[in-house]
């Protein structure tokens, strides 16, 4: 999606993807594609000179700092939203740095951001959210 000029492209474009984002629940979409089932689109903002990131627990009590996150809500009179905090793991189920993400865990962890702030942001696949691990036993 680039970079942008108008600070409100950041807010208008949150806005589609959560528009986007409702519709992967929906069952109707069933035949249209395989990724029924998926409900989040993750996502990185940045402000043009580095990527915005925030840090959580993992449902686990484990501590992370994370660049990815899902859209909860959107105020776009404000230009500000919820997001919620998606933790890295590696193909191990370890928490992984940027450069080895496998899957994306769903917390409980939250953040209100100011999306003037930002001036890209870059979609990522559905798919990435909640990955089952290719191991049995993860080592984490």
């Known amino acids: 999606m680039g970079e942008y ?13 959560l528009e986007e984002q409702k ?5 109707d979409f069933r035949f249209i594609s395989d990724d ?5 689109i993750p ?10 990131e ?3 627990w993992t449902n686990h009590g484990n501590f992370f700092t994370t660049k990815f996150f899902r859209l909860e809500a959107i105020d776009t009179d404000k ?5 919620s ?8 189920g370890c928490p992984a740095d940027n450069c080895e993400v496998f899957s994306l865990r769903t917390t409980m962890n939250c953040v209100i951001v100011d999306l003037s702030c930002f001036t890209s942001l870059q979609p990522l696949s559905p798919r990435l959210v909640n990955r089952l691990l290719p191991i ?5």
């Open 5 to 17: 000029k108008n600070d409100r492209c950041v807010c208008r474009d949150l806005e589609r993807l």
């Open 136 to 140: 049995v036993d993860p080592k984490c």
């Open 36 to 40: 029924f089932g998926f409900d989040t």
């Open 23 to 27: 519709k992967l629940s929906f069952e």
């Open 43 to 52: 996502f990185i903002l940045s402000n043009g000179k580095c990527e915005f």
């Open 79 to 83: 230009c500000c939203a919820t997001l």
């Open 85 to 92: 905090l998606l933790g890295p793991v590696d193909i191990d």
């Open 54 to 56: 925030a840090w959580g």
